[in-house]
């Protein structure tokens, strides 16, 4: 676990290097296209400034955008006693406390590191889970925060949307926007760099997404074993699984900018094996069997 830790760290700092090379080469090749000297250092700058902003105010946006309110050890003490015993097992600073009131049933970890992170729960999570699968699902996410999944998680989804960005900006720019017509006697290296950009401008964000649905992926599964090695009772979190994949009510302040972080889709798409693809979670049948499978 320790080395999965220090392996998250590393992939930190390799998935930013990854990103940001990649921003610079979209930047490079759309200024040489457009013929515009702004457009690689307004990337690099636009990239740099989103990429701070995610790391240190990720948790804050998504706690506004998922209408969460803090929690108190007065307001909730069963609940906050649950959290604060898993913290004490698992050594790690007690998080803040939020819950979203909504009857569907979910859960998700968010902040930069286990310093300043926070668990935060759906009103329905706590009315329909029994206490050893509640403290299945509450172990889950702080093993998120332990192994600095959230981390790599909120690096991830905001230089995803950053190379999306960049790429839907170049291509309506090239279709709809004002650009040079001016064409050179010897343009073969101009023609092969403009077949380049839109090759760049339709690969990058399938393959950005790619890459943050293996890491996603990957992250709950891991999760899913700590959890069940710190609660050392694996059936509470797949019971728990179980109830929260079975309930069909959407939940409402979820959206597909946020619905990673939460522990199991929030957004109730099931739509065959295409949509599974692309789904930020792996299947919850393999979750819970594995899980069964350690008992």
Known sequence: MYKQIDANKRNSLLLISFFLI?????????????????????????????ALIGYYFGDKITLLVSRAKEVRHDENPQFYHIVENLCIT???????????????PNAFAAGRDPKHA???????LLEKLERPELEGVIAHELSHIGNYDIRLMTIAVVLVGIV??????????????????????????????????????????????????????????LADASAALLTRYPEGLAQALEKISQDSEPLEAANKATAHLYIENPLKEHGGWLN????????????????????
């Open 118 to 124: 926070l668990i935060c729960v759906t009103s329905g």
């Open 276 to 295: 599974n693809l692309f789904n930020t979670h792996p299947p919850v049948e393999e979750r819970i069997k594995i899980l069964r499978n350690m008992i």
């Open 90 to 104: 698992a050594g790690l600073p007690l998080p803040k406390i939020y819950i979203i009131e909504d009857s569907a």
């Open 164 to 221: 999306s960005l960049l790429s839907d900006w170049f291509l309506r720019y090239t279709f709809w926007g004002r650009r040079e017509r001016e064409r050179e006697e010897n343009n073969q290296f101009k023609i092969i760099i403009l077949a380049l950009a839109f090759i760049l401008a339709i690969l990058a964000p399938l393959i950005a997404g790619l890459i943050q649905l293996a890491i996603s992926r990957k992250r709950e599964y």
């Open 22 to 50: 990649l921003i610079m080469t979209l930047g490079w090749v759309f200024s040489y296209v457009l013929n515009n000297t702004w457009i690689f250092p307004i990337a690099v700058i636009f990239s740099v400034s989103q």
